[in-house]
């Protein structure tokens, strides 16, 4: 089993930044490549970003690129979020995944075998 926990979540005004941390344990991490999604309420979960299991290569959404840098610290069994310029529809829960499938990046929900409990983000306007 993996264990993900995410924090750093909370409230910022538009154009603030915000850095999200997720934390595994439970098997190696350095196996994982790792995800970040987010879900609105009433909206289906959506991908943010993900990163290779050794940060060779990373992936991200359009309505994040160039705002938001997904990185990873494998000695530390961390992956973080970087946002920066947040806007009100960056309005969500942010969950983090683990893939041990695949060394490579996902960007859909059902690549990943394992997911955090979430926790919010919210952009005031």
């Known amino acids: 089993q993996v264990q993900l926990v995410e924090s750093g979540g909370g409230l910022v005004e538009a154009g603030g930044s915000l850095r999200l941390s997720c934390a595994a344990s439970?098997?190696?991490?350095?196996?994982?490549?790792m995800g970040w999604f987010r879900q609105a309420p009433g909206l289906e979960r959506e991908f943010v970003a993900a990163i290779s299991w050794n940060a060779g290569r990373t992936t991200y959404a359009d309505s994040v690129k160039g705002r938001f840098t997904i990185s990873r610290d494998n000695a530390k069994n961390t992956v973080y979020l970087q946002m920066d310029s947040l806007k009100p529809e960056d309005t969500a829960v942010y969950y983090c995944?683990?893939?041990?499938?695949?060394?490579?990046?996902?960007?859909?929900?059902?690549?990943?075998?394992?997911w955090g409990q979430g926790t919010q983000v919210t952009v005031s306007s």
């Open positions: 995944a683990a893939r041990y499938t695949s060394f490579t990046p996902g960007r859909y929900p059902h690549e990943y075998n394992y």
């Open positions: 439970g098997r190696t991490f350095s196996s994982a490549s």
